[in-house]
């Protein structure tokens, strides 16, 4: 990321709204985009906010975005639904569905979306942040284009199908948005690009050997698992319930590169905190936070899931949020001409 | 495991029967008892199956486990309900709100069962199948006692909490069965004894270095989360949602020593696949694991969760069930005395 520039909310907002319009999207869908691509910079997940607006507006003109394309209720036997997402804006798609589920629970305590035929929904963190701001419990995960070979094989076979699980806390969120894979092919570059090693063993190199150079990684094509031979089985029944459940694509039925990659399947979940259990959520949430606050084996703090977000988000609603400038750029090119 | 010994799953099966109702079970449910523990041997999972009896048994006999409380339904507003384990045999309870969860996804689609007050609900994956069996997604995990030293901490403040994915196959389910450390106490102890490293770190060593050496690992008390971050923040959130919508205790209210861990929450989650998508399904989940049947990079074999499964219990099925000598002995004294 080439960083250094700094923008307010308001004109990341603004810049990504206009960029979006432009590429077709209607007002309203626009400026709800926008917002949850400025939230995802503002609480400084880059790589899925605006550094992913490029490409998204580049796979709208190619065609592999259905721009206008509105998602659409298939059957709704119960707390469960299925919707089909037409190709459409994944992070609108799921945001609906997310809602949806949100809806359900409210009436019957738990609630269930399954989504077929979707595209990448961008930061899947958007969506427990979403679910915990109304006060329930979200647990939701999307398969994705085949990127990770699972354990014992060499080639990419499954997805690094992301799973969120957010709990809704008055006093912060507790939120964990997480790939099966320990490294994405994005951090991956990351670490490169600094020099850097990994800290834990990220991957396979050439010759087969576990390793901590990036580098050898993207070369190989052979990420690990987090977990080994546990998230390599947790990607494959992640993505056969959001197969099965939406009737939409699995991992191997998805095309491999990134700029053709459609068709995605996703599940939400909600559970209503409110309506099922009594006030001492709440404290009951306050009290494991507590107990996790104290110093790391480094000097440093342990954090609960979700507190690092918050510490980001405040810092750079005083600093400005931090723009990677090619994607600024890109964006400002479009919206100025 | 001294090993050596083969049984009949028959007469595995009255065995755990009979010191089971010896140690004060009612006649229907130390059958039920014993056929869940029976089963987890007959797949090969000796440490939580058989080999838990005995420690099961001294903790009726302590009067911590309570041979004869039932579950209780604490409130039902709508899919989700609350029960109340009354501190009474862990797997037993298990079993029964994995049933309530499917039976109300039978009515809508989806049912979630929150328990508190439980015990150790042995072989996790019990559940799974048990949900596939009747043709439903099952999702179900528990708490534990602190095990596990979040990211950062040296000291054990979480649970390695054990989550359970189970989708139904007619030609095979899928179940994944992974508590959230990378390797278990029982695991570790186990490479020591054979006087194997562990393929994969596997945790801390006294001068905080990762290592594959698992008695330092069982010298430092610092096992690694699957995932290292990942898997922490994950059980953090799992022990979080078992406590609120259970009403229960979390992790750090547990008391620390194995044979005093009691009061567990759990969480059991069923989506039936009947009643919500349409025949495609047992396709999907086949098309799925045709995928991934090819060599694996080390010339053996890449398998689906559950397939290894699937092969040890038809493989004792045949040449009998392999035995903890010193378990076997053990409820060989109790039940022919």
Known sequence: MITGVRVTYAELHETVRRALEAAGLAPERAGLCARLI???????????????????IRMIRAGVVDAHALPTRVSAPGAVERWDGHRGVGALNAYHCMATALAIARRHGIGC???????????????????????AIGICWTNTLPNLPPWGAAE????????????????????????LSQFSYGALAGYRSRGETLPVPGGFDGRGEMTRDPAAIEASKRPLPIGFWKGSALSIVLDAIAAMLSGGRATHQIAAGPEEETG?????????????????????????????????????????????????????LVEGIEVDLSSWQFLRSITVS
């Open 38 to 56: 400025a939230d995802s910079s503002r609480d400084g997940v880059h790589s899925h906010g605006l550094n992913l607006v490029p490409r998204l």
């Open 264 to 316: 995605l399947s996703q599940v939400f979940i909600a559970i209503d905190v409110a309506s099922t259990v009594d006030r001492d959520a709440a404290a009951i949430a306050d009290a494991i936070v507590a107990h996790l606050d104290r110093p790391s084996a480094d000097g440093g703090i342990v954090r609960y899931p979700g507190q690092r977000t918050l510490e980001t988000r405040r810092r750079q």
């Open 113 to 135: 979306v399954a989504l077929a035929n979707t595209n990448h929904w961008m930061r899947g963190g958007t969506y427990g942040w979403q679910a915990a701001e109304a006060g």
């Open 156 to 179: 990419p076979l499954v997805g690094n199908n992301p799973i969120v699980v957010a709990v809704p806390r008055p006093n912060g969120h507790l939120v964990v948005d997480m790939a």
